[in-house]
């Protein structure tokens, strides 16, 4: 679906279409995308994401069709605009995130499913750093 201010919360980093809210329990709340299935995790909202099948649960694309999406370059950041940086899984060097220090990370349809041996938690902490303090 054609991204619409009044409709999506953000417009889809990699294909430009509309990305819909997806709550999760209580707290936890993403951007997914109506086209792509890519899904947008805002900074904050990826470290309440504690365990691997809350992911898998929200990340409901065919892993196919993110594979479409994954050479895409020149990744913005659907809140900032600055290019994001593309990030290769240490431990799983076939998945490719783009990352935005400052407002979060975007994943592919199926990466997130993909992501083996770890909780969200650990991978998120190794992804940012955690503030001081918390
Ligand atoms: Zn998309
Ligand atoms: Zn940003």
Redesign the pocket.
Known sequence: MEYDSSVHSIECPKCGHGMEEVSYGSDLLIDRCTNCQGIWFDKGEATLLKSKWMGEALDTGKASEGRKWDSVENVA?P????E?NKVSDPDQPHIVYEV?Q???MYLDAGEFTDLANETPADWFRKIFKAPRGQ
């Open positions: 950041c809140r900032c605009g600055q994001m935005c400052e407002h979060g």
